[in-house]
């Protein structure tokens, strides 16, 4: 491409007489000008300019087979009509007519036969400059629009962010606010429940039967307020970066074993089995982790199956992997649709609001779940049909030992 000193310029001189071919060339190599090709055949003129993409046309006008005129004919038609190629015409024929056809046809400029070379530098370095100048301002342009193209990307890809943070600041409202009804409502039934049946307490001649299944119900309903608020507490703890992690060597079967023990009752109660599976010769499996975390991932994982387990029921252990240990928990309960297990472990969140009411709870337990499972490095993962049950799966990358 030319340059500012314009000496790298292409020259290509379209003439039939030699000797006018040589003066032109010696005179232009004098002048620092390096590349510069003729063709004395006028046909040869749009091969010449395909192959040495020349920056100035040096054309007579007056050729055998075609002439100027029809030359610049075919450039015109075979130049795209961004290309700016400035043509310098030679003749001896000076008529206004000659003049006004050739710069319809393209010319950009004139040399009367004969020419003194003198003129003749002077108006090449001036087309030159012309096309170095167009060049320069093509290339400007390209870069703006080449710019503009990029910056309208951008506003598009901000808008479209600024519409996901819309939709979701919207969805975080609405979440914001079914979360405080279920606050509510896990606060207040429970509460109700304790001070309606504790006054009934009270009463005279409530008979032993009555007395025990008022006590039941209050016990109940303190449990449930109990878990609730625990679980404000703990989910306040993780969210603040105050819950404390106390790692030392755990025997796993000890933590499956006391899970199977605080959730067989639950499960009996409500006819399910309740299956722990233990891989062969790793019964003395241990591992390095904080056993407190680690139980309360089991137990928010066991809660969530069995409150959504109606038949069947829920196997849970561990598999030895070459990353660590896999803990699972299986069960054959209502499973989840595929569009809520995306955002099933986000803080407040049930498969779908209403269960809230139909299943009691928070909505945090597989959030703190995660949460904790992210505290000890590893993240819980799912798979689940719909009508068939769900498994919970987390990985403890952590070296073991036996």
Do not use: W
Request: glycine share 4%.
């Amino acid at each position: 491409m030319i340059d500012s000193k314009l000496k790298n310029a292409n020259i290509l001189i379209v003439e039939d007489q030699k000797e006018h071919i040589l003066i032109l060339i010696k005179y232009l190599q004098r002048q620092g000008y390096k590349n510069i090709k003729s063709i004395m055949d006028s046909r040869e003129v749009i091969s010449s300019v395909i192959n040495s993409r020349p920056d100035i046309i040096l054309l007579d006008l007056f050729m055998p087979y075609l002439n100027g005129f029809e030359v610049m004919e075919q450039l015109k038609s075979f130049l795209p009509s961004d290309i700016y190629l400035p043509i310098l015409v030679f003749t001896a024929d000076i008529s206004p007519r000659t003049k006004q056809q050739a710069l319809s046809l393209g010319a950009y400029d004139f040399l009367t036969k004969p020419f003194d070379l003198i003129e003749v530098g002077l108006r090449i370095q001036n087309l030159l400059l012309t096309n170095y100048l167009q060049h320069q301002l093509k290339n400007q342009n390209h870069i703006l629009e080449t710019k503009v193209i990029e910056r309208t990307q951008e506003l598009e890809k901000i808008n479209k962010e600024l519409l996901i943070a819309r939709d979701n600041a919207y969805a975080s409202d609405c979440l914001k606010t079914a979360f405080i009804l279920n606050v509510s409502h896990e606060i207040r039934t429970p509460l109700n429940s304790i001070l309606g049946f504790g006054a009934m307490l009270l009463r005279q001649n409530i008979t032993p039967e009555k007395k025990e299944y008022y006590n039941k119900i209050i016990k109940l309903s303190s449990d449930r307020l109990l878990n609730t608020v625990s679980n404000f507490m703990t989910i306040s703890k993780i969210v603040s970066g105050n819950l404390e992690v106390k790692c030392k060597q755990v025997v796993v079967i000890e933590i499956l074993h006391e899970i199977k023990k605080r959730f067989q009752k639950s499960c009996d109660e409500k006819h399910l089995f309740l299956n722990l599976e233990i891989p062969e010769n790793q019964e003395r499996l241990n591992v390095e982790t904080d056993p407190e975390v680690l139980l309360n991932i089991l137990i928010h994982l066991m809660d969530n199956t069995i409150k959504f387990t109606h038949n069947g029921g829920i196997t849970f252990g561990y598999t030895l992997l070459s990353e660590g240990i896999e803990f699972y928990v299986k069960d054959t309960g209502i499973g989840i649709l595929e569009e809520a297990q995306v955002k099933i472990f986000e803080g407040f969140m049930q498969a779908d609001v209403s269960d809230t009411r139909d299943y009691q709870g928070n909505g945090l337990g597989l959030t703190i779940a995660q949460r904790m499972a992210n505290i000890l490095g590893c993240n819980i993962s799912l798979q689940s049909v719909l009508g068939e049950g769900s498994t919970f799966y987390f990985t403890l990358p952590i070296k073991v030992n036996f």
